[in-house]
């Protein structure tokens, strides 16, 4: 809540005349804008109105205010009075009423008293006022009490999910203020949400500028005040949660995999200890959430689909299923056209496509005068016909845009002509302006501000534009990029007279990120971005060379790794260096920034723009020797970067090479007194490996057996170690029953290949039993439902070697819980209906096998997308002839209803 400071007097002197009041403006002299925006009430003063719309309305209690004796005007010359009390009659009741308003309203030590005594005039000529230590020191420590409240000092761990939510919240709240002429569409939206039996999305279509993202964030804004009132129909018990995204509008909104996993985050289905490893096992849970009944009803609303990171899960949309469950809503926007919206139309349950019509009369004209009238400006009546008659002004970015135009025009008398050179097309409308900028407001300085800004991959901050735009060489492009300084540690950033030049014609165009003004700096549109490649880029492509390695010599000189990390790969990849990006990418400090357990997958890729995998394992595997050569380092860090490696070169796919790695962070565990925890984490690590290495193979064979053996044995051992952890928390009972149900899986495989001396196939098989039987109370336990149905299915992998029926029967259990935990599209639904009807058709019972292997595949299909390799494998199951009969019998069938 904004911080409030008011200084008045409330009292009256004797003649009846009281301090004045401030100014009253008649009707004529309030714009019809700041009459809507601020809710002004006639007959109130412009002083009166600041606490209303600062503190009253609000009940705001950071507000202060500071009443003034009025004995001090005892003392003051008669002359100087008349500029010090206010000659309105109205103005001692006015005063007397607000005292009382803000007495009833308030807490005690909002409102204060003070004195103070006359101390002369200054050189001016106004009055001075001394004896203010009190009121001082009140002013202050009210302050800072409400900032400490606020704002603690001790350290907190914010939740990063929940930062990036108040981000969008706060772009959500900026955007959704002023939304013109849009009414017939907002209803449709409405009526799409409320209706019932609705199984699709709902598409905002619409080309660039055309007011997509207001429309968005109003729907956002009204859908969580109706969600919070519980005035959306259709679930009264739980009630309905609202997820907003607004792609390009914070620093990493277009990554879909933060995105996805946000929105499982706020439905409870994922938490730190069970999140997906990469994009695609995102997409997978999302795609399986979305469809699945028992989710929490949820309305998503994300805003410019199209502009998320390339990448095929990106594109193809395989996070959302072809049919929604029945609780969940999903409003998206895009430009029509783009490749996410044809993937959107060419599915067979096709979305429903709202487009986004040009601008009627009315709603222009309202735009303009709401613009202009923020700033007491207005357009006669052929000034605003001369506007309204291009074509373009049907688009609310151009218009706002030639609005901007002609508040900042200086000359009234040629205000018409400058409306008639406006040029119809958003993108040449921005080129222009960008001229204007270079010719009023610091020429190439202004251009290397808007290069700096296109050319970084998440915007700026305004510090660290000033301190590259500090250096006079960073400003002016050169061909021989070796012109660029290599010390970029000049201590003196651009002087404040410069950047404030710039900053002040560039402001209506840029956003900061967040609320606070030390955010990010980038483009408002996405438009302007296109305009700024168009003019600077087009015909110098060797410009865009320039500007990446200006940025890449500056966040090379960085402490804020966040910051760096974030920006300077980038930029060294833009430019092709992948000498430097090589020793970047061996430094400790970045591998341990990027580094995750299951998938490093920003790690790898960068590794990859340098080379294949093998540079990867030589670049760490030369560091791993220098650390462990040096007698200074600790020996439990050498172990756990041992570890580390061996893990990323294995998620690399060099999956040989990984395991001297893990055999050197074993050694040195054995050294250091083989502690349990560590045992067990490296143990399960190594059986990792060696099943990586099983997966390779596409049929269960002999040649399994040297990996399979140590797979089992590994996963034994981490077992063993486990049952002395389960009772610390419940993350060691989660690795535990993983192990368990892991180590089932390979005793199938065991089992099939007859075992050998060390352990009969028998033996694996009752092994495997009693695994899953723990394994499943386990999870009972943590009450993971998921995870249950999952161990039954293995447990009727492994009985089906055996007893066919009794497999079968475990399976159908499986299905219901599996179904009833993820619905029919997830990962574990595409295994099953695929486990059961390989167990059918070895049964013999084709018909049924039909059915489930037809299910399997749509499930992977919507899961996995169309082209994965396990699609693929079904789709020739059923290209087999028994099925293809089948199939036609299906169609003839259907023919004849």
Not at 340 to 367: W, Y
Not at 645 to 665: H, I, K, T
Request: net charge negative.
């Amino acid at each position: 809540m904004p911080f409030f400071l008011n200084l008045t007097s409330v009292a009256m002197i004797q003649n009846l005349l009281s301090e004045r009041c401030g100014w009253i403006p008649n009707p004529l002299e309030v714009p019809d804008s700041i009459v809507e925006e601020y809710r002004w009430v006639m007959g109130l003063s412009v002083t009166e109105m600041e606490i209303m719309h600062g503190a009253y309305r609000k009940d705001n209690l950071n507000s202060l205010f500071m009443l003034r004796d009025v004995s001090f005007l005892n003392n003051i010359p008669a002359k100087l009075k008349d500029d010090l009390v206010d000659v309105n009659p109205i103005a001692p009741e006015k005063l007397r009423v607000l005292k009382q308003m803000l007495k009833d309203r308030f807490h005690e030590n909002q409102v204060n008293f003070y004195k103070c005594q006359y101390d002369g005039v200054d050189s001016d000529g106004k009055v001075e006022l001394k004896g203010l230590d009190d009121f001082s020191k009140t002013v202050f420590q009210f302050f800072k009490t409400r900032i400490e409240e606020q704002y603690p000092l001790e350290e907190k761990t914010t939740d990063p999910y929940r930062q990036i939510m108040e981000s969008h919240e706060s772009f959500m709240r900026n955007r959704s203020a002023s939304v013109l002429g849009r009414n017939d569409i907002l209803e449709q939206i409405k009526e799409h949400i409320v209706s019932v039996g609705v199984d699709k999305a709902l598409l905002l279509l619409g080309g660039p500028g055309t007011g997509k993202s207001s429309i968005m964030a109003r729907v956002a804004d009204v859908s969580v005040e109706k969600a919070i009132s519980r005035d959306i129909p259709g679930s009264p018990d739980q009630g309905w949660h609202v997820f907003y995204h607004f792609v390009g509008a914070i620093p990493g909104s277009p990554d879909l995999e933060a995105c996805l996993k946000r929105l499982l985050k706020e439905l409870n289905i994922i938490n730190e200890s069970k999140m997906p490893k990469d994009l695609e096992t995102t997409c997978q849970v999302a795609c399986s959430a979305l469809s699945n009944p028992n989710t929490k009803p949820v309305i998503i609303i994300i805003d410019a689909l199209n502009q998320f990171d390339e990448s095929k899960e990106s594109t193809v949309l395989n996070w959302l299923p072809v049919k929604l469950a029945p609780q969940v809503r999903c409003v998206f926007s895009m430009i029509d056209d783009t490749p996410q919206h044809k993937t959107l139309k060419s599915r067979s349950s096709k979305p429903v496509e709202l487009f986004v019509t040009p601008l009627d009369m009315e709603s222009r004209k309202a735009i303009v005068v709401e613009s202009l009238g923020k700033y007491n400006k207005k357009l006669d009546e052929e000034q605003m016909t001369s506007l309204l008659s291009k074509e373009s002004s049907q688009n609310p970015l151009w218009l706002s845009i030639a609005c901007e135009e002609l508040r900042v025009y200086g000359l009234f008398e040629k205000l018409t002509k400058k409306i008639k050179s406006f040029p119809d097309g958003l993108l040449s409308l921005l080129e222009s302006v960008l001229s204007r900028f270079e010719d009023e407001s610091g020429g190439q300085l202004v251009v290397a501000t808007l290069c700096l800004l296109e050319c970084s991959k998440t915007g700026l901050l305004e510090r660290e534009l000033l301190m590259i735009l500090g250096n006079p060489k960073n400003i002016t492009p050169s061909k021989d990029v070796k012109k660029i300084k290599s010390d970029q540690t000049i201590k003196n950033p651009l002087a404040a007279s410069n950047w404030a030049r710039v900053y002040r014609v560039l402001k209506p165009f840029l956003r900061p990120f967040g609320d606070s003004g030390e955010g990010r700096l980038d483009f408002y549109h996405r438009s302007l971005s296109k305009a700024v490649r168009a003019k600077y880029f087009k015909q110098d492509s060797w410009k865009n060379i320039w500007w990446h390695t200006v940025l890449a010599k500056y966040f090379e000189t960085i402490e804020n790794m966040d910051r760096q990390s974030e920006e300077y790969p980038y930029h060294l990849t833009k430019c092709d260096d992948k000498e430097k990006l090589r020793e970047y990418l061996k430094q400790w400090r970045v591998f341990h920034h990027f580094y995750h357990p299951e998938f490093s997958g920003e790690l790898l890729a960068f590794w990859r723009t340098v080379g294949d995998k093998s540079e990867l394992f030589d670049c760490y595997t030369e560091s791993l020797e220098n650390m462990n050569n040096n007698p200074n380092v600790d020996r439990e860090e050498i172990s756990l970067h041992y570890e580390k490696v061996a893990r990323v070169v294995m998620q690399s796919g060099d999956v040989d090479r990984c395991f001297n790695l893990l055999q050197s962070a074993l050694a040195l565990e054995d050294e250091l007194g083989a502690k349990p925890m560590r045992m067990m984490q490296l143990y399960n690590v190594a059986a990792t490996m060696h099943n990586e290495r099983l997966t390779l193979h596409d049929f269960i064979t002999k040649a399994m057996m040297p990996d399979l053996k140590e797979c089992i044995s590994f996963r034994r051992k981490a077992i063993r170690i486990s049952e002395q952890l389960t009772e610390r928390s419940e993350k060691y009972k989660y690795e535990r029953a993983f192990s368990l149900m892991k180590l089932a899986f390979n005793l199938k495989t065991w089992f099939v290949l007859k075992g050998d001396n060390n352990l009969s196939a028998q033996e694996g098989f009752d092994l495997g039993v009693e695994s899953l039987k723990e394994a499943k109370e386990l999870y009972e336990e943590l009450g993971d439902k998921g995870h249950v149905a999952e161990c039954m299915m293995n447990e009727g992998l492994l009985l089906g070697e055996v007893d066919q029926e009794g497999a079968l029967e475990i399976y159908r259990k499986a299905e219901v819980i599996c179904i009833q935990t993820y619905g029919e599209v997830s990962v574990l639904s595409s295994r099953m209906f695929t486990n059961i009807a390989i167990l059918l058709e070895e049964m013999n019972n084709y018909d049924e096998a039909y059915t489930y292997f037809k299910n399997g595949l749509s499930s992977k299909i919507q899961v996995f997308g169309d082209d994965h390799p396990q699609t693929g494998r079904l789709k020739r199951v059923l290209q087999e002839p028994a099925y293809q009969r089948l199939a036609r019998q299906e169609q003839q069938q259907n023919q004849q209803r």
